[in-house]
């Protein structure tokens, strides 16, 4: 989904490096999420955001931190990446309005590989 | 804990056939699912939903279907396309979940042409 663009797509990294990746949406939603993806499993959540001031753990936070810059950006770190933290990352938004039942749209991913 | 799984990792089918993916999910509280699409080296698309007051929705040649008995989660595809080839999710949200979605393994979807 253009609408959400994550950067950057591809990032190789060694352990212990510190490590930020950025996404941004053009579509106007409050609600982001940030994804961790591996070989065989489904999506994980890693944290949300249901607005600006709100930052929320997901399931799989340890290792992780997030910054809600503003409504349209969602940032994700790695303070000090480990080798387990090889995966896929999306990001996702949704939109409140109609209630708490709405679909999320993803970005294309950044595909992070940490030696 | 909560989860959301998938009977088949694999299903291959000829172009032009009906395909029929399924899902399985645990938790009987879940009010509203999600079928996702998700092409090589892109993000998941969303597809098709349902919330748990409906058994059955339409899409463009799409169908989810709704087993609240049984909770099972039914993607069926008409006419199956070689570009319908990709990995699908199914995706759960309980009521108490705000917005928060657990997801399936995923099943692959090889079209043959």
């Known amino acids: 989904d253009a609408d959400v663009t994550q950067t950057p797509r591809n990032r190789i990294t060694k352990t212990g490096k510190r490590i930020m990746l950025e996404c941004s949406q053009t579509k106007g939603h409050d609600r982001m999420y940030w994804y961790r993806q591996d070989p065989g499993l489904g999506l994980r959540l890693i944290y949300y955001?249901?607005?600006?001031?709100?930052?929320n753990k997901g399931e799989i936070s340890d290792g992780y931190s997030v910054s809600r810059q503003a409504q349209a950006k969602f940032s994700l770190s790695l303070e000090s990446a480990i080798p387990n933290q090889t995966a896929l990352y999306f990001c996702?938004?949704?939109?409140?309005?109609?209630?708490?039942?709405?679909?999320?749209?993803f970005g294309d991913g950044t595909r992070l590989s940490i030696l | 804990g909560e989860s959301v799984g998938l009977h088949l990792p694999t299903l291959s089918v000829q172009e032009g056939d009906n395909s029929i993916i399924n899902c399985a999910y645990s938790?009987?509280?879940?009010?509203?699912f999600i079928w996702y699409k998700q092409e090589s080296g892109k993000g998941p698309q969303f597809i098709i939903d349902?919330?748990?007051?409906?058994d059955k929705r339409q899409g463009q040649r799409v169908t989810v279907l709704l087993n609240k008995t049984v909770k099972h989660l039914s993607l069926q595809i008409a006419a199956t396309q070689p570009g319908d080839s990709a990995v699908y999710f199914c995706a759960e949200n309980g009521p108490t979940s705000y917005g928060k979605l657990t997801f399936g393994q995923g099943t692959i979807l090889t079209v043959h042409p």
């Open positions: 349902i919330r748990s007051n409906m």
């Open positions: 955001s249901f607005d600006v001031k709100d930052i």
């Open positions: 938790n009987s509280a879940s009010d509203y």
């Open positions: 996702a938004t949704s939109d409140s309005q109609g209630g708490l039942r709405q679909p999320q749209h």
